[in-house]
């Protein structure tokens, strides 16, 4: 889920911005990822960690909290808690993946074992837990706690419908909300409510990270058939090989006919492919346009993301975030 390295990106504005908080995250993270017993622990957790992410679930929380004036501390604890939380998602997936590389690097199941990867997931999400807890606030525990519920939902209903021709459009925001929106709604809702905002605005920060979060992954899916390699991190047509049923297919299934649909049956559903079939299946997508109109809903999303802010007060971190919901899709042309 790359954001390309350009300079003065929305993303990058906000690092800078935020450069002093997040100096904070980063020392946080690294303290609470040691492990006195267990050596393994920060082996395979830094590796992620220290791979180069952009940091935006844990830059959202200090921008939400700053948006909304809060001049305390556990806004830290709150961002180095997405990350965690973050990480041990990362963990997990790779395994259930079988990946064999994230942000440009090999994958902690890869270097070391599967094995590791979800153990120290594991440590990461208790971890995680600890240090929402220190907030004092059980409305963020609350919060954070479903979060992690509906993403570990979410990845379970991904098993069942990413291969199941039968999957609709309602069934992908499901397993997207899940994937990716529900850390992000989080992320910035919590924010929010550690600085003590106002419920509207609580709702607002909610409302932007969720579209915000379901951009982000329809432009994602996207990319996977049209992006750039060297920018996405991933190479064309992965999500194909993997049999993963994202947004441009599920569209194009829906419009197809008897002989299309049996392609995507072959290809999908009983995973027999051969030479050719990604070059036919993105021929199929053209025919069908259904890029354009997955970009078109990607859109749509960033607009609702964008309107969620209006009832944030004016200030260049607003801009920065609403920057930010239209960069995400600038990256599709």
Known sequence: MGLD???TKPHEQLAATLATQMDAVNALIRERMA???????PEVSAHLVEAGGKRLRPMLTLAAAEMCGYDGPYHVH???????IHTATLLHDDVVDE????RGRPTANILFDNKSSILVGDYLFARSFQLMVE???MRVL????????????????????????ATDENIYLKVVRGKTAALFSAATEVGGVIAGAPEEQVRALHEYGDALGIAFQIVDDLLDYGGDASNTGKNIGDDFRERKLTLPVIKAVAKANADERAFWERTIEKGRQQDGDLEHALSLLARHATMEATRQDAL????KAKSALALLPASDLRQMLIDLADYVVARVK
Do not use: C, K, M, Y
């Open 5 to 7: 390295h350009a300079a």
């Open 142 to 165: 609350d919060i954070l706690a479903n979060a992690s519920a509906t993403i570990a939902e979410g990845e379970v209903l991904q098993l069942t419908a990413a291969q199941d021709l």
């Open 135 to 137: 907030t004092g606030s």
């Open 300 to 303: 749509a999303w960033t607009a």
């Open 78 to 84: 709150l961002a180095a808690t997405v990350e965690f």
């Open 35 to 41: 492990s006195e017993h267990a050596p393994r622990i």
């Open 99 to 102: 990946s064999g590389q994230r």
